[in-house]
């Protein structure tokens, strides 16, 4: 981490200034004494001083929490810098993120019920701050996605709106082959590289590709499956993408491999392939949670008309717990609001079943969950190390935006609120090739 501890300030003493107003104030909420030690604006200190340091710069931090309580006002304050977790004494974002998830399960504050007097007592004493007042304007990093959901205006919107950063932002961050999807890591020290081309190496496999097959690649991002099943796999390559600036990449990619004559790469939405029984296999990696849960069946229809009797499908997706996704099949205020509007997941158990629904055979479930953890670590890495040219890029707030991302997203794969897994379906109608025994 590149954050810094504030300067030590010559303000009020612990307990008698705005952080210990704030700790007495919020204790109906976390269910007692601060898990956290607090500083605010005016340089006051209060709770443990061996607990991660969070640090209120303004009272806007308060009047966001005030108007979108939980997650969304804490992420909003955090990626304008009005509330910042510095790294010090041994605590990072990580680890303050994991200690307050402890806190909470441990209090059970998700059952918390507070009474009228409590809120009331809690709005006069930010009131009290100077916190009251009209929300702050939301930050411009976050998502401003207008329209019916999952039009196909909106989803180009949606799509844009994350991977159009730019090319460069996302090469620094990604590896060379520019895959952002789970790898798959042989061991914990395997490089992010060389995890990424397994999990290619992998996918291609189990697809069963040969020389002369035709694949279809559904939401191919920056070509990592298209051009390594072509280069390396020998087959015949439609990838399709809603992303200008992922296809000026590839396009890019394809020139300078010579592989005009094997790849080719469509600006076209999934609901446009007008294929149909002709590719021997498709695969869409980490595609299907941006397509809703209504579109999700017409999803799997496309899938299934463009391969050919017998062929094999691919769907790699990350899963989240709870019917439907739970509350927030999105993934979370934060992600839903900044990352990925519109994007849905569910367990992979209700996946499953609307593949089979949609008229494909599934042979084969393959959790990665693990797998999710090493490669946002890889990740994390290269965004530290890149950290001034992606701020000259995108500017501080986008980055701050995308160390919360990434940050969350390893917890919540490390922790079991999100998966990720590997379907492999084959459409009936004609003997398939599947091997009895797998050697994947």
Known sequence: ??????????????????????????????GGDLPV?????????????????????SPDALRRLLWHPGELGAAQAYVTGELDVPEQDGWDLGSALTHAFAVGAERGLSGVRLSPRALLDAVRAVAGLGALGRPPAPPASQARIKGRLHSLARDRSSISHHYDLSNEFYSLILEPQMAYSCGYHATPDTPLEEAQRAKLDLVCTKLGLEPGMRML????GWGSLSLHAAQHFGAQVTGVTISAEQKKLIDARIAE????????????????????????AVGSLEMGEHVGASNYPT??????????????????QMSRQGAGGGKHPGGGPFIESFIAPDMTMRPVGETVDLIEAGGLEVRDVHAMR????????????????????????VGEEVVRVWRLYLVGGALAFRDGRMGVDQV?????GAPHTLPPVRTW
């Open 217 to 220: 690649d559904v939401g191919c």
């Open 299 to 316: 999803y799997v229809e496309v899938l299934r008309r463009a391969v050919r009797p017998g062929g094999r499908v691919l769907v790699q």
């Open 37 to 57: 030690r607090l500083q605010a604006w005016d340089g006051s200190l209060a709770g443990p001083a061996d607990a991660p340091l969070v640090v209120l710069r």
């Open 1 to 30: 981490m590149a954050q810094t501890a504030p300067p030590t300030t010559s303000g009020p003493t612990p307990g008698t200034g705005i952080a210990e107003r704030l700790a007495e104030a919020v204790r109906p909420f976390i």
């Open 370 to 393: 693990e797998h999710y953890v090493l490669t946002v670590g890889g990740w994390m890495d290269n965004f530290e190390a890149n950290l001034d040219r992606l701020r000259e890029l």
């Open 424 to 428: 492999l379906a084959v459409r009936p």
């Open 257 to 280: 491999r010579g592989l005009e004559d094997r790849v080719e790469i469509r600006l076209q939405d999934y609901r446009e392939v007008p294929e149909r029984d002709h590719f021997d």
